[in-house]
């Protein structure tokens, strides 16, 4: 089963209430909190407000975008607390820990920031499933999942039974590309982002309606809809961070769901 999802970092400058209300009203039935704006790390009695606020409105919360980055901090950043990210996950009520592989491309990292990271992984790993969750990895550049290719190998490197993968499709790779990398990884992969932008010859990315890509769009999520367990589907980023268009593509994809 896919449940159809909002990521509420999509509009960080929007409150949880108006977040809340937007996605009851695109038909979804889910929300990721992000760690970042709306339920900051180690705050529980928000995050257990928040959890309040999303149960009532008749939403669910299956997963809690920490924005942790494993391993070492990049030159003058500091990094939170494993520890309190776990707690707010929990105290959201979320059964999954959205995080990512470090802060640069797996070729710019040397042995030791390999090692380190792969280290800090199982260290928070343990910590996650002390509480009963699992960590994810965000499927994106600039991390250790910046290609399939690096994504399969830190999967090999990394393979307890609470570290998993979310998916979304490499902006440079073909969709044929894109669905073999899926499926090599499908046992791996809990959720998925979804949205539809196109990379330009300059490198930019545009922004479009999930309409638009529609058919690519089902055959990314056909392969969940027929294995066991529930798999969350969040849509992020609408084109011009319009709230209108996220009413547009939240139809869009339970209509994709639907036709599974």
Not at 142 to 153: E, I, P, S
Not at 224 to 234: D, L, S
Request: with cysteine; glycine share 10%; net charge negative.
């Amino acid at each position: 089963m896919i449940v159809p999802g909002l990521c509420s970092i999509s509009y960080r400058g929007k409150s949880v209430d108006e977040i809340i209300a937007l996605t009851v009203k695109a038909g979804l039935e889910a929300v990721e909190w992000g760690g970042d704006v709306h339920v900051p790390h180690g705050d529980l009695p928000l995050a257990r407000e928040v959890r309040d606020k999303t149960l009532d409105a008749g939403l669910r919360i299956a997963s809690y975008g920490s924005y942790y980055r494993a391993g070492r901090a990049a030159a003058g950043q500091t990094k939170p607390v494993f520890e309190d990210v776990a707690a707010s996950a929990k105290a959201l009520g979320a059964s999954t820990i959205r995080i990512w592989a470090g802060y640069c491309n797996r070729e710019e990292a040397d042995d030791s920031l390999v090692r380190e990271l792969l280290e800090d992984v199982r260290r928070c790993a343990g910590i996650a499933a002390g509480e009963g969750m699992s960590l994810s990895f965000e499927y994106h550049g600039n991390t250790f999942t910046n290609t399939d290719r690096n994504a399969q190998l830190l999967a090999s490197e990394l393979p307890g039974e609470n570290i998993r993968f979310y998916w979304q499709p490499p902006h440079h790779n073909r969709d044929s590309e894109n669905l073999a990398g899926l499926l090599f990884l499908m046992d791996r992969i809990t959720h998925v982002h979804v949205f539809q932008w196109v990379l330009q010859k300059d490198g930019s990315l545009d922004r479009r309606l999930l309409e638009e890509g529609r058919e690519r769009w089902a055959s990314f999520l056909a392969p969940f809809a027929g294995r066991e367990g529930e798999t969350f589907a969040y849509l992020e980023f609408s084109r011009g961070d319009d709230p209108a268009n996220l009413l547009r593509d939240g139809a869009v994809l339970r209509e994709i769901l639907a036709s599974l």
